[in-house]
């Protein structure tokens, strides 16, 4: 994660985990799946712009992500239902 995110050093665990997109390398991936392993992970992940390392990782953890979602409407601590199969988001 990086440092400068507001999240860092937040745990994720059964949030739903939302940030613009992720960055780095294929190590990524296997980070979002040792979270899920470890019984640590987000319950969803909501991105404005999915890239590979985070989808890859959602994918293989078995975490759904939604992208394409305008994410400043969703501030810190609002509620919100994810539908990772449809690709919605509400906000409830």
């Keep these: 994660m990086d440092k400068n995110s ?8 059964d949030k739903v985990f939302v940030f ?3 960055k780095g390398s ?4 296997y980070v979002i799946y040792q979270l899920k392993k ?5 319950l969803a992940i909501i991105n404005r712009e999915a890239e590979t390392i985070v989808s890859v990782g959602a994918i293989i953890s078995d975490i759904p992500m939604v992208d ?3 994410i400043d409407a ?6 919100v239902k ?3 199969s449809n690709g919605t988001v509400e906000i409830i």
């Design 26 to 29: 294929t190590v990524g991936s």
């Design 20 to 22: 613009p997109m992720g």
């Design 82 to 84: 994810v539908d990772g």
């Design 38 to 42: 470890n019984g640590v992970a987000p």
């Design 6 to 13: 507001n999240a860092f050093g937040k745990s994720v665990k």
């Design 68 to 70: 394409k979602i305008e």
């Design 74 to 79: 969703l501030q810190e601590g609002k509620k």
